[in-house]
C-alpha cells in the first residue's frame, strides 16, 4: 500500500469532513471565523474602541495572521491551486483578509475593514450547507417563474402610488411638506407599506382621507406578494416530488432527499444526475 503524501493527508483534513481530524479543524475553524466577526463587530462600538481598541487590534492581526496561513495552506496542498484562488470562496476567504494589509498602505483604507465581514459567509462552506441546495434550487425556481405576477403587482403598486402621490400633492401642497409629487410619492410609498417615518403627514381633513383610503389600500395588497410565492413555492414543491417515482410500485410524492420509497422501501432512483 502505497503511504499517503503529506498535502494529501493536509488536503483530506482541510477540506474534507470524512476523518476525525477533518471534522475538528472545521470546528475550531467555526469558532474562529465567529469571533474575528465578533471582533469587528465590537471595534465598531465606540464606547468598546475607546476602551479596549489596543487589544481588538492586536486580536484583528492575529486573526488575519491566522487566516493568512489558512489561506496559503489551502493553495498549497490543493490538486488545482488556480482553481481554489479564482473559486467563490477562494476570493471570500482572499478579500477577508487583504483589508488588513492594505490598511498599512493605504491611508484611509481602515474604512475598508468592514469587508473582513464576508469570513461569515466562510461558515457556509464549513457547515457544508450543500445538502440544501435543492431547497435553494426551489427557491430560485419560484421567485423565476413568479417574475410576471411580482412584476404586475408591482406595477399596480406603482400606479397607485402615482394616484396618491398626485392627489396629496394637490391637496396637502408644499405648506404641508408635500413640496413635489416625487416627494409625495414616496409618502404614499411609505403609507402604504405600513412603514410609516412620519417625516411627512396629512395636516388637511380631505388629506387624512385620502391617507386613510392609502392605509387601507396597503393592508389590502400587502400580502399578495407572499400568496404569489407560496403558491408558486408549493407548485415547485409538488413538481419536485412527482419526479421522485419509484421504479417498482411507481408511488409519487417522495421528499427530494429521500433515499428511499415511502410506500416499499425500494431505493429510489437519483434525479439529480
Known sequence: ???ETFRKKLYRIIFGTDTPPGQYFDIVLIYLILLSVLAIILDSIEAINSDYGVWLFRLEWFFTLL???EYLTRIYCSPKPLHYI???Y?????LSIVPTYLALLVPGA???LVIRLLRVL???????LVRYLSEANILLRSMYGARRKVLVFFTVVLVLSVIFGSLMFFVEGPENGFTSIPRS???TIVTITTVGYGDITPQTVMGQVIATMAMLTGYSIIAIPTGIFTAEIASQM???SDNRRCNVCERTGHHPEAEFCYHCGVTLPDTSI
Open 238 to 240: 409538488h413538481s419536485v
Open 86 to 88: 479564482f473559486s467563490f
Open 185 to 187: 410619492i414616496y409618502w
Open 1 to 3: 500500500m502505497v503511504p
Open 110 to 112: 481602515n474604512y475598508w
Open 122 to 128: 466562510r461558515v457556509f462552506r464549513v457547515l457544508k
Open 90 to 94: 477562494g476570493i471570500v476567504d482572499l
Open 67 to 69: 487566516f493568512s496561513l
